[in-house]
Structures are given as structure tokens and as C-alpha cells.
């Protein structure tokens, strides 16, 4: 499984994989389920995840190429440049992956076509609404955009720039996922300050003190959760050993601990296995049951939490924690200290020039609707 992360950098996994107990199957009955979770596990948010997967277990059944790709440095992956050493790769392999791109492509273009009557009966939605337009205006039909994880001047065979492309483009998309993640998690949270704003506007004095002194319990019952550790630290690690995995306190030892948590025994941790060892840390801070505290925040803090750690522990940046990576850090002193955390009750996650910017746009949405008569402003304004 490294090789599926390394040779494409694959981070930032939605799902908190949680590694099921090992049990013996009736013969046959288990295969259809384990090729049903590693379906389930290859889902990494991707349009072209299917193909992706196939592509990457092909390299993968090839020795030689697998173990190129263990010697091969993280820059050379990242930038697509080990994809050269496809030329070695056995020919019953470049077969398997001739037919898989072959595949993409026809899947691709029934896309296409469906995108392009999507748009013409759009048009010709329009343009019965609206009228024919500028009967001067050169129509050049819907633009569809071209896949770039693959090299579609070449349609039939799988080259080497195939495999550039769709490393390139793995590794751009993913991270532009993360970025996207924490925008749009920015942007919900200048949602809830701009509804709030907007439900006190509409009360009389007496109503918004009220609901003011609300808010502030809610706030206040929030932030009085017992200390939060360091993701990372010994401490953090020895709760998790300690509750989670039921283990006894003075036991803990730090390579039983990482390998009890390597869930698919790679020998490395990846975002998803790291994730797992925060839940402890975040039912501190969030109760499902409780008004005040707000599952969507508890899913970025897991985030903030995961990025810290690889950021400390992540040598390489490889987007995985070797068991060496982590080793060394379990001798750092800074290991040894806790410094707790400070979750997001207390970071500033935007500026007051970027919450004024957020709501000129809303209040532009707002007046547009209203004035085609899409929604009547009171009920837009209140809860009921």
C-alpha cells in the first residue's frame, strides 16, 4: 500500500478509517468483502478514483517497479519524473494498462457527450425563455473541459506521460482539496456570525439581550471541556494506549503503540490512521448530544490535528509516517513535553475585513432573490 501513497501522494482521505477486527471467513465469503472494503478504502474523493485505482495496482503487481519506486526520491514522485522507469515495466503490465486507459477514455467521452446535451437543452431552455439573442453571435457550441490526468492526444496505448499526468494531477487535485476544505470551512463559519447578525437585527431590545445571553451560555459551555494534550506528545499517546486501546499505563511502548495503530500493516501511518488516534481528544471538546458544540468544527479540528502531527513527524513529506519518522520523534524532547492545545474555540480563522467582504456578498445574494421574487426576506432572516 506505500507505493499506492508514495507514487502518488495521496492526502487528505475524507473518511476516518477504522481498521476492523480480524476474523476468520467462510471460504469464498470473504473475498467479495474484502474486495468490497478495498473499493471502499481506494474512494479518496477523485472524479477519476476508479481509474486511478486500477492503474495503481497494475504498477504495483510488477517487482521491479514497485521497488524503483521505494528508492526513488519524494521529489521525483511528486513531479512525475519517475514515470520514465515505466519503459521497464513488464509487457503483459503495459497490456493491462493499455485496456485501462482505453477504458478511461470511453468512459470520458460518453461524459462528454452527456455534458454536451446537458448544455444544448440548457441553451434551448434559454433561449425559448429569453429569445434567440444576438442572431450576429457565432455559436461555438458548449466548451467541454479536457481531462488532464491522462494524455488524450494518445487514445490507445499507456505512456509514459500517462503516468505523469495522472501523478501531476493526483497530487494537484488533492491538495487543492485541502486548501478548499479549510476555505469553505471559513466560510461556514462567516455564515453563522453573518445569520447571527442578521437574527439580531430583527429583534426588539429586550429580545436581542436575551438571545445575546443565550448565545454567550452556549459559547461559555463550550470552552469548559477539560485540557486538551498535544496531538503527538507522549501524553496524547499514552491516553489513547491507555483508553482506547485498552492497554495498561505502564506498558506503553512506542513500537508496539505504532504498529498496533498501523491498521493496514504497511509499516507506515497515513492521514487516515492518524486521524483515529484524536477521537479521545475531540469527545473532549464535542459532544453529538450537546447544542452548544458543532460536529462540523469537530471534523476540522480532527484536520488541524492531523496536519500538525505530519507536519512534526513527517521527515520527507512523503504524506506517510514511517516507523523510523516516528521513532525520532518519540526522542525529541518536545516529545516528552505537553503543551496542550489550543482548539478552535480559540484561533481568529478569519479578519474583520474578510467577514465585511463575506457579508456585502450575502446581502448582494439576498436583494437578488428578493427582488426576482425568489424568497421573501422574513423567512430568509428567521428560524422556525
Known sequence: ???LVLSL????????????PVTANKKGEGDKKDEEQKGA??????????????????LESDPEFREKLEKAEVADIRTGKIASELEFVNHNIRSKLDELKRTEM?????????????????????????????????????????????????????????????IVQTTK??????????????????QKEYEKSQQLNLLDEEHRKEFEHKIEEQEEKHKKHPSLHHP??????????????????????????????????????????VKTLFQKELDKMYDP???EDDMRERREEMERMREHVFNESDVNRDHLISYEEFLEQTKKKEFEQDQGWQGLDNQKLYTHEEYLEYERKRQEEVQKLIAQGLVCLFFLLCEF
Open 1 to 3: 500500500m506505500r507505493i
Open 9 to 20: 501522494v495521496l492526502v487528505n482521505i475524507v473518511q476516518v478509517v477504522v481498521g476492523p
Open 41 to 58: 478504502d481506494w474512494d479518496i474523493g477523485l472524479e477519476y478514483n476508479r481509474y486511478l485505482q486500477e492503474v495503481v495496482q497494475a
Open 106 to 166: 470511453e468512459r470520458l467521452r460518453h461524459l462528454a457527450i452527456k455534458e454536451y446535451e446537458l448544455k444544448q437543452a440548457e441553451k434551448y431552455d434559454n433561449e425559448r425563455t429569453h429569445g434567440d439573442g444576438d442572431e450576429n453571435e457565432i455559436d461555438h457550441g458548449p466548451k467541454i473541459k479536457l481531462p488532464h490526468h491522462l494524455d488524450h492526444i494518445n487514445p490507445h496505448s499507456f505512456e509514459i506521460e500517462d503516468l505523469r499526468k495522472l
Open 173 to 190: 487535485d488533492l491538495e487543492e482539496a485541502d486548501l478548499k476544505r479549510r476555505q469553505e470551512f471559513k466560510e461556514y463559519e462567516m
Open 232 to 273: 503527538g506528545s507522549k501524553q496524547q499517546l499514552e491516553q489513547v494506549w491507555e483508553e482506547q486501546d485498552h492497554m495498561s499505563p505502564e506498558d506503553f511502548n512506542p513500537k508496539t503503540f505504532f504498529h498496533m495503530h498501523d491498521l493496514d500493516g504497511n509499516g507506515y501511518w497515513d492521514a487516515d490512521e
Open 289 to 291: 448530544n450537546a447544542p
